[in-house]
Structures are given as structure tokens and as C-alpha cells.
């Protein structure tokens, strides 16, 4: 079956630029997506972009994806203390019956002061 | 603006006991999911349904069954209870026929097995 991977566990100091990244294998892929989930909370969604775009910025959130890598990265600026959490990469692909959904494994971001 | 909602939060449940975990959603979604999320495993989806009417199995079905009962609804039940199962129970929706919608989550049913 089709995969997505992310490593982890990342951890950055308070007001430095956090890179989280993703690996996803398949080509026909037509949106990805980042989610965000904080402790004992379900999934939100915080950006997607669509698959013929390298880059998607949405104020402190830069989304960049490599295609032909079948790479994509979520780039938070200035990073706070909130948004320390799991974040998932996962990719939505066409199947016989609509859609689906792959996630990662997820990537725990610590936000240390 | 409740989006999706999952009851029961919380439950704990002895080995061989069966319950149903109930998942409501109130955006006219077709499509509805049930993952469980186990530490760095992400999210494994057990059942999806397509459309009112409709399941399919996803990548760990096994010791699951699921009803689609209505277009709002779509109930995930353990018939009798294994430790294996003790996660944490996410339901999401979403609307298949657009192609830039996400899935939308509720906040999870924590389920242990003892």
C-alpha cells in the first residue's frame, strides 16, 4: 500500500524556524496536507496544498513540496511555546470508491523556552 | 458548529465485554472514517464509508464492525473486547466529491481493554 513518512520527534528553541518533513509515495496524489493535534485533542487541519504547486505560504506557515522527491515540508517561523504538538503529513489519493486518506506516523514538536 | 462529534471520551472495559462507539457529524458529509492512533503509529484506518449505505474495510478491521446508520451517523463496535484494541478512537468526515476537502476530526474516544 501506499506509505507516508516523517520522522518522530523534532525540538527547537522558542523563536527559532521549525522544519518538519514528509516523504509520501504516491505520484497521483492530489492534495497533501498538514495536521496538527494537541494533547488529548483530535486532528485539525492547518494548510494543504494541491499538487501541481511548490509552495504555499499562510503567515508564519510555509508549505514547500518537491514532486519529483514526493517531498514535503511545513516550515513554522517564530515558534511558540503553542505550538508544541504532533503533527501529521498525509496525502489524499483517488480510489474506486472516491477517495483516501494516508497519514503519517506523526512528528512531536517541542518547544523548548 | 459541533462538526464531528464521538461519545463516549472515555472508557474502560474488560477483556470479552462489547461496546459501540458512537460518531455524529453535522456538515452533510458523504464520506465518514474511523482511524485508531497508537504512539508512533499515526493513524490506522479500520472502516470507511463512501456514502450513506455503504462500508468498506481499511487497514486493520479485524475484531471491528461498523454501521453507516444514516448520512450524520456512522458507529464503530467491538463485538467482544481485546487488549489489542485499548487506543485511542478517531471518527472524521469529509466530503468526497470536492476535491480540495479535508478531513474533518472529533476529539477521539480512549478506549482501554483490561
Known amino acids: 500500500g501506499e506509505d507516508v513518512e516523517q520522522s518522530l520527534f523534532l525540538s527547537v528553541r522558542e523563536g527559532d524556524s521549525s522544519v518538519i518533513n514528509c516523504t509520501y509515495t504516491?505520484?497521483?496524489?492530489?492534495?497533501l496536507y498538514w495536521y496538527k493535534q494537541e494533547p488529548g485533542a483530535g486532528l485539525q487541519l492547518l494548510t494543504y496544498?494541491?499538487?501541481?504547486?511548490d509552495m504555499k505560504q499562510d503567515q508564519r506557515l510555509t508549505v514547500l513540496l518537491n514532486k519529483k522527491d514526493k517531498h514535503l515540508s511545513l516550515r513554522i517561523a517564530d515558534t511558540q511555546t503553542g505550538d508544541s504538538a504532533i503533527y501529521f503529513c498525509?496525502?489524499?489519493?483517488?480510489?474506486?470508491?472516491?477517495?483516501?486518506?494516508?497519514f503519517g506516523p506523526g512528528t512531536r514538536l517541542s518547544v523548548l523556552p | 458548529n459541533a462538526g464531528v462529534t464521538q461519545t463516549p471520551k472515555f472508557q474502560v472495559l474488560k477483556t470479552g465485554q462489547s461496546m459501540t462507539l458512537q460518531c455524529a457529524q453535522d456538515m452533510n458529509h458523504n464520506s465518514m472514517y474511523w482511524y485508531r492512533q497508537d504512539p508512533g503509529m499515526g493513524l490506522r484506518l479500520i472502516y470507511y464509508?463512501?456514502?450513506?449505505?455503504?462500508?468498506d474495510k481499511g487497514e486493520v478491521p479485524n475484531g471491528y464492525n461498523v454501521s453507516r446508520l444514516n448520512k450524520r451517523e456512522f458507529s464503530l463496535r467491538l463485538e467482544s473486547a481485546a487488549p489489542s484494541q485499548t487506543s485511542v478512537y478517531f471518527c472524521?468526515?469529509?466530503?468526497?466529491?470536492?476535491?480540495?476537502?479535508?478531513?474533518?476530526f472529533g476529539d477521539g474516544t480512549r478506549l482501554s481493554i483490561l
Open positions: 496544498i494541491f499538487s501541481n504547486m
Open positions: 464509508s463512501a456514502s450513506e449505505g455503504t462500508t
Open positions: 498525509a496525502e489524499k489519493e483517488r480510489d474506486n470508491y472516491g477517495q483516501n486518506f494516508v
Open positions: 472524521a468526515s469529509s466530503e468526497r466529491n470536492r476535491e480540495n476537502q479535508p478531513q474533518h
Open positions: 504516491d505520484s497521483s496524489s492530489t492534495y
